[in-house]
């Protein structure tokens, strides 16, 4: 069976061995990151439906699932917000129904978590990742590019209303782009707001490769100080700090390979490498990332976006 709503399983640093589900159309999201690694999201909407049939998504986890991999998560992600489709309850209960040997968790960008039934529908998860990278309605404006009409402060209270009735784990994250939410004012928003939403674990993220505006940079050590000073009281952990993709199980040189051979020929974004190899753009950004790490690859801006070719010593 050739799988379009599954992927991986991926390295994940967060999650280990970790199978994707993807519920949702290419940059299908309510917010348009400046740090996004898809890029630009083409379809900004606040409007839920049941975009990929839940019954479609069904026969891939069962096709996959049925020979038991070994796996640390199934993880909800992909390149836009899954938490639109409608469907995401029903998936999250045939799971745990037939395979509860599996944890869930839901990677999200929490902002419609203020809705009741969004909560509700995915309270039977194990782990939940919201991200929440800024307090200020000017940082948020900035960073997340919302979909009209979706208010930062709204959202923290759906956050603090969904810590108050998920049983599971909270790792809030937080995307540091210097400049905007690394100010003392939005430190101390930022910290606040944390204090109220509880979460189990705080992660900190930082652009680690191309985000969709080349004008956002990887944090730097005067930031980094910030943060740490101002959350150090807190239960936070730096992403960077993660151990290494290569050094996961499901790490497949494979897919290193082919990504390089593919770009020798020609330059290419990773959307290009995911239609020519067949591998959801997700799993094709972890490897991106760990070639980038090693400085195997590097990446340019052009028009049509980033695009990844080889290092001298790689050509
Ligand atoms: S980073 Fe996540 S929330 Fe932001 S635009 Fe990309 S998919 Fe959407």
Partial sequence: MRYQHIFGPVPSRRLGISLGIDPIPFKTCTYNCVYCECGATTNLTTDREEYIPVKVIIAELKDYLDANPKLDYITFSGSGEPTLNTGIEEIIDFLKENYPQYKIAVLTNGSLLYQKEVRDEIIRADLVMPSLDAVSAQAFRRINRAYIGLEIQKIISGLIEFRKEFKGKIWLEIFIVPGINDTDSEMKLLREAIMKINPTHVQINSLDRPGTENWVKPINSVSLKKVVSYFKDLPVEMIT??????????????????????????????????????????????????????????????????????TKDNN
Avoid at 251 to 272: L, Q, S, Y
């Fill in 241 to 310: 700090n993660f151990k290494s993709r290569e050094k996961i199980a499901s790490f497949n040189h494979n897919i290193e390979d082919k990504i390089i051979t593919t770009i020798k020929r020609r330059p290419c974004t990773a959307e290009d490498l995911s239609e020519t190899l067949g591998i959801h753009i997700n799993e094709i950004n972890k490897y991106l990332q760990a070639l980038l790490e090693r400085e195997r690859i590097e990446s340019m801006y052009l028009k049509r976006g980033v695009f990844f070719k080889t």
